[in-house]
Structure formats: structure tokens, C-alpha cells
């Protein structure tokens, strides 16, 4: 395709502000024609961006810690965003995005808000925790470890009630 210099698009002759030489409506079917025939390298350049996408997100909301706040979990396969108010729905129609990577580009592009208050859980621990009241069964069960130890450390160093002489 030549460069077209005057500003017309060389398919239909309208006036266009495009340097490539074509209207935006030759433009969009050009492109697509090319995204048709390019199926592999379209997906493969999605799914990069996707994965990077993910990376900077999990990066910058963990800290640089990279694992699940929970079970410490590291596969970042298994990764994902968890918010922590369990507004997840009402941010996601916020934001237009319907989650997963849309929203990872929606924060990137956002500069990662404020009012989004994120962590970051595994795929376990966060279905977990949205079906059991929005408590990971493992923070459960720590608080119930931390509960038996503090008996047992009172029952260990408290007076009997009655002493016998």
C-alpha cells in the first residue's frame, strides 16, 4: 500500500486524516481482513499482552511479593484479584470491564485507584472466600488456632479457683 500524502483514501477518494492512505472505514476493513488471516499471531499477541498485563497488575497490588495473601501460593497461573470488600460486581460495573484481564488493562490504564481496594488470593482461597461469607477458610481456620492457644496458655498459667492445703 503507498503512502498517499494528499489526505484521500486511495480506495474511495474521501478526504481522510490518516497517513496510511485509507478512510477509517477502509481502514477497519483492511484490519480486518488482516486479523483474518493472521488468526495465530492475533491470539499469540493477545494472550502476551494478557499475561503481561496480569504480571504488572499482580506486581504492583502484591508489592512485588507475587503469592496469594492467604496460602502463599506462587503459581501465578493460579493468581487473581481479589477485592477485599467483596464489591467486585459493583467495580466491575463501574469500570465496564467484565474482569480478568479486561480489568487488569482498565487498572493499568487507571493508574491502579485508590478506592480499589485489591489484594491478591489464588483462585481457591478467593471462591473460597465469596462462597463462605467472605472468609478464606484458612484465615478460619487460623483465628481458630490463635483462639485454642490463648486458652491453653490461660488455662496453663491461671490459679486454681479453690486451693486444697
Not at 55 to 82: A, R
Request: charged share 30%; net charge positive.
Amino acid at each position: 500500500m503507498a503512502l498517499n500524502k494528499m489526505g484521500i483514501c486511495h480506495v474511495c477518494g474521501t478526504e481522510t486524516t490518516s497517513t496510511n492512505g485509507l478512510c477509517k472505514y477502509h481502514q477497519m476493513l483492511h484490519m480486518r481482513k488482516w486479523r483474518e488471516n493472521n488468526k495465530k499471531k492475533v491470539k499469540e499477541t493477545q494472550q502476551s499482552k494478557q499475561r503481561k498485563d496480569k504480571l504488572i497488575v499482580i506486581n504492583k497490588i502484591s508489592k512485588g511479593i507475587n503469592c496469594c495473601i492467604c496460602c502463599s501460593e506462587k503459581d501465578i497461573k493460579f493468581l487473581t484479584l481479589d477485592h477485599i470488600h467483596g464489591d467486585g460486581a459493583e467495580k466491575r460495573k463501574e469500570t465496564g470491564s467484565r474482569g480478568g484481564w479486561m480489568y487488569y488493562s482498565w487498572l493499568i490504564a487507571n493508574n491502579f485507584p485508590e478506592d480499589h481496594k485489591l489484594q491478591i488470593m489464588c483462585y481457591n482461597c478467593n471462591c473460597a472466600k465469596r462462597d463462605n461469607n467472605n472468609i478464606c477458610p484458612h484465615e478460619e481456620e487460623r483465628q481458630l488456632a490463635i483462639k485454642l492457644k490463648e486458652q491453653e496458655d490461660n488455662e496453663k498459667y491461671s490459679l486454681p479457683l479453690f486451693l486444697d492445703f
